[in-house]
Structure formats: structure tokens, C-alpha cells
């Protein structure tokens, strides 16, 4: 069957054939430890699942609104005009099925054919997909461990030209963990500003940051760079709420128009009494953020540290997120061959990090027990030890 052009672009991801190796392996009964969850491995904090249960009791059951309830909007846009120091209202937010959505739904309402969208590589794997499927033109900007894996204004400024629509932010940063400082974030809002573009800046991770790292969100690092930015986030990472599907995109009215027409004609509205979870997180008390990030905290320094100790890898340390990105370079494998064998060889599984960008290094998430970090690390050693 010939299946539409924009479909046959976009590859199968890579990490799947892994995924399903390791869930094969488990199934057979073998220790398989999993370093390539991309979400917290603790439970959704039990005010919100209580919120929900009450929605349902009262019968918010119904279709609701496309752009969001109401209520939720005006919380966001309150915290956002807190945290940002802009004057955000409830026309500002829309309501999606998660961060994934809302940047996907961001793409279909603004990226045209021939628009070309900067995305620096290493980056979250879905960004160069949903682009192409809107039809636009990712253009991937490298960048390595001398600039921790940040864009510079240079790089940025190098690589917008006319046809360039839209720029790609992500800090925290998934897959490496680093968090732009807002000196840096101003020097990217002045290149900005001065050519006109759109940035999208992906803050999903921005409550989960580590030895004094603070978040700033680039909308805040210049008078007039708000006016060009979309803010995209979510409740799945902060608040351990991955499968309730909430994320959110903050910004320019006419564009959440847009996406509120897109929406309504493609989801109609984001589950109604999922909706008041994600209200309960907002209101309810944030110590269940706190205990969740000190958790990762704790396995951020046992797994740094274990990982630096081996000779022949090495890692940027990372200052929010739970991931670590890891340079194999030294070792002779490509991501894919290099994940499949420390999976078959030492039931570990991994994130090659082909699927980011960057095929020589894998991703490992810290979303798991001390324990397993400390078992997992020693079979990487053994692992790494036997190719040098
Ligand atoms: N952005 C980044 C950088 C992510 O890592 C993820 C999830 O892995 C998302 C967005 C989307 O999150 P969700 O759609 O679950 O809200």
C-alpha cells in the first residue's frame, strides 16, 4: 500500500528494536537492568490522583473546552507570568496531550513548506521528525563537549537564513542534562531578536535541576525576545505524570489560536478530569517535586562519579534532567552496535545515541534505583574494560 510522502520520511526510531530486545530478554527471565526510561520511576504524587478521582465522581466526564478548562489556563498563565515576569493570561495557554503535543501541534500551525527550523544536535529525537512531518526543514546545528553541548550566538546566527521560520531551545536538556546559564540564554535572545525568528523553548525539565542550577526561561532574558517566543512544557516529568498526557505551550495569542483550531478539529481537548490533576498539581504543595528531584540528586552523584571512574569513556556533568550522556568515541562502535552488544553481553540497556544525533555516545536515564546504578556501572566497566 503507498502510504502518504510525509510518513515515508520519517524513519522507524532506533531505539525500539533495543527496547523490544530488552523487554524479549526480560520476558525470558534474564536480570535485564533498563538505563532508557525517559520518565520518573516513582508514582504520580496522590493529591493529584485524588483530584482526578473526584472529577470523575462529579461527572467531569463531558468533551470541555479545545484550548483547555479554563481554570487550568489561568493557573498556568499565573505561574508563567511569576516565573517569566511577563503578563501572561489564560489566551496566552493552550492545553495539549503533553509537551510532545503541544511542540507538534506548534509546528503544524506555523512551519510551512521550504520553512526551515534550527534544531542543535544533541537533541530530543522527535524534534527533526515532527518537523519534517509539517513539512518544514530541520537544520541540525552540532555542537560538542567543548560548549557542553550548547548552541552558541555564533552557531546560531551562522545558521539562520531567510527561509529560516523557527529555533529549538531545550534547557534542561534531554538527552544531556545541561542547563544554559542566563548569560548564555540572553546572548541567543539578542540573536533572536535581531533576525526575527520564532524560538520554541522546551522547559519540560525545568524543575528538575541540581547543585544550585536555576532555571530561566529565555523569554525572561530580554525585553522584547517574549514577543518571539513559545514556551512548551508539561506535567510528566516534574510531577511524575507521563501517562495522563498534560503538557501546555505558552505564547503569542494568535498562534494558540492556531493550535486551538488544529486541536479542535484533530483531539477536541485534552481528557477533562486529567485536566483537574494537572490543576491539583498546580495548587497543591510542591514538596512531592522536591522529594522526587532529591532522589535524582542522590543517583546523579553516585552515577556521575561511577562513570567518570571509567577509563575510556567519559560524561559532561549534568545539572538537570535525569540523564547522562556519554562519549564512547574511544571505544571502536558505533551507538547501535556499542548499545546492542553491552545489552546482549551485560543485559544492560542503553540509548544509542544515533536516535539524538550523535553516534558516539549513548544515553543512560538515572530514573532507577541506587542499586541498579551501582550494579549497572560495574557492568559497563567490565564491558568497556574488555574493548580498550
Ligand atoms: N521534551 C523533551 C525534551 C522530552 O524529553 C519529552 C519527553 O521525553 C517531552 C518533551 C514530551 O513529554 P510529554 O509529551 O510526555 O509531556
Redesign the pocket.
Given at each position: 500500500m503507498k502510504l502518504a510522502a510525509r510518513v515515508e520520511q520519517v524513519p522507524q526510531s532506533v531505539t525500539l528494536a533495543i527496547s523490544a530486545k530488552a523487554k524479549a530478554m526480560k520476558a525470558e527471565g534474564l536480570d535485564v537492568l533498563n538505563f532508557s526510561v525517559?520518565e520518573p520511576d516513582f508514582d504520580t504524587p496522590q493529591h493529584i490522583v485524588a483530584a482526578a478521582k473526584k472529577a470523575l465522581d462529579e461527572g467531569k466526564t463531558r468533551y470541555g473546552p479545545a484550548a483547555g478548562e479554563p481554570k487550568l489556563r489561568e493557573l498556568i498563565a499565573r505561574s508563567l507570568t511569576q516565573e517569566v515576569g511577563i503578563n501572561y493570561s489564560a489566551e496566552n495557554i493552550i492545553v495539549t496531550n503533553?509537551?510532545?503535543?503541544s511542540l507538534s501541534e506548534l509546528m503544524m500551525a506555523i512551519i510551512e513548506a521550504g520553512d526551515e527550523v534550527i534544531i542543535p544536535s544533541p537533541y530530543?529525537l522527535s524534534y527533526p521528525e515532527m518537523v519534517k512531518l509539517a513539512d518544514g526543514t530541520p537544520v541540525i546545528v552540532p555542537t560538542d563537549a567543548a560548549t557542553e553541548y550548547k548552541i552558541t550566538p555564533e552557531l546560531l546566527r551562522q545558521a539562520i537564513t531567510p527561509k529560516t521560520k523557527l529555533f529549538v531551545l531545550?534547557s534542561p536538556s534531554?538527552p544531556t542534562g545541561m542547563v544554559y546559564t542566563p548569560d548564555e540564554l540572553k546572548a541567543l535572545a539578542q540573536v533572536v531578536v535581531e533576525s526575527g525568528i520564532l524560538v520554541v523553548s522546551?522547559e519540560?525539565y525545568s524543575q528538575i535541576l541540581y547543585d544550585g542550577a536555576q532555571h530561566l526561561s529565555i523569554a525572561a532574558t530580554h525585553p522584547e525576545v517574549h514577543k518571539q517566543t513559545l514556551i512548551s512544557s508539561?506535567f510528566?516529568k516534574s510531577f511524575a505524570m507521563?501517562g495522563w498526557r498534560l503538557?501546555y505551550l505558552a505564547g503569542d495569542k494568535t498562534i494558540i489560536g492556531a493550535m486551538t483550531r488544529i486541536q479542535s478539529h484533530s483531539t477536541s481537548n485534552v481528557c477533562t478530569f486529567a485536566q483537574y490533576g494537572a490543576i491539583a498539581a498546580l495548587e497543591g504543595p510542591l514538596d512531592c517535586v522536591e522529594t522526587m528531584r532529591q532522589a535524582f540528586a542522590e543517583r546523579r552523584k553516585v552515577m556521575y562519579e561511577l562513570l567518570n571512574a571509567i577509563p575510556g569513556i567519559s560524561c559532561v556533568k549534568p545539572y538537570g534532567a535525569f540523564y547522562m550522556y556519554v562519549n564512547i568515541g574511544k571505544i571502536g562502535l558505533g551507538s547501535v552496535d556499542f548499545c546492542n552488544a553491552l545489552l546482549e553481553e551485560k543485559q544492560m540497556a542503553t540509548v544509542p545515541g544515533l536516535a539524538f544525533g550523535t553516534d558516539d555516545h549513548i544515553r543512560l536515564s538515572y530514573a532507577t534505583s541506587l542499586k541498579n546504578i551501582e550494579t549497572g556501572l560495574k557492568r559497563l566497566e567490565e564491558f568497556v574494560e574488555g574493548r580498550l
Open positions: 525517559g503533553g509537551g510532545k503535543h530530543w531545550n534531554n522546551d519540560i508539561g510528566a507521563t503538557g
